[in-house]
């Protein structure tokens, strides 16, 4: 199985950016669909963005489209979310998780909760106005 490890995340200004990044270890990281999720408090988690296997295809949640970024470097077992034009409303615990099989569809990105059976233990991003 994979361990995933975030980090980058922090306390910014609005309309500040941030990275995130996931750093996957004990298995073939490029096995792995990669999903992004937050959690602000009192709220179920949800679903930001998500990146396939070969990293060329990506989906992204309409309240971060154009501001939010998956990317992945399989050789270096790393995943990425880069993160601009923050607001308020972004706060929140952001996690990574992680897919293994099977695979649906052409796409290989996965939105829902359901789909990943790894986790990171998270990361605070706090976006002040």
């Known amino acids: 199985q994979v361990h995933l490890v975030e980090s980058g995340g922090g306390l910014v200004q609005a309309g500040g950016s941030l990275r995130l990044s996931c750093t996957a270890s004990g298995r073939t990281f490029g096995d792995y669909s990669m999903g992004w999720f937050r959690q602000a408090p009192g709220k179920e988690r949800e679903f930001v963005a998500a990146?396939?296997?070969?990293?060329?295809?990506?989906e992204y949640a309409d309240s971060v489209k154009g501001r939010f970024t998956a990317s992945r470097d399989n050789a270096k077992n790393t995943a990425y979310l880069q993160m601009n034009s923050l607001k308020p409303e972004d706060t929140a615990v952001y996690y990574c998780?992680?897919?293994?099989?099977?695979?649906?569809?052409?796409?290989?990105?996965?939105?829902?909760?359901?789909?990943?059976?790894?986790w990171g233990q998270g990361t605070q991003v706090t976006v002040s106005s």
């Open positions: 990146i396939s296997r070969s990293g060329g295809n990506t």
């Open positions: 998780a992680g897919r293994n099989g099977p695979y649906y569809g052409v796409s290989d990105v996965y939105t829902g909760k359901g789909y990943y059976g790894y």
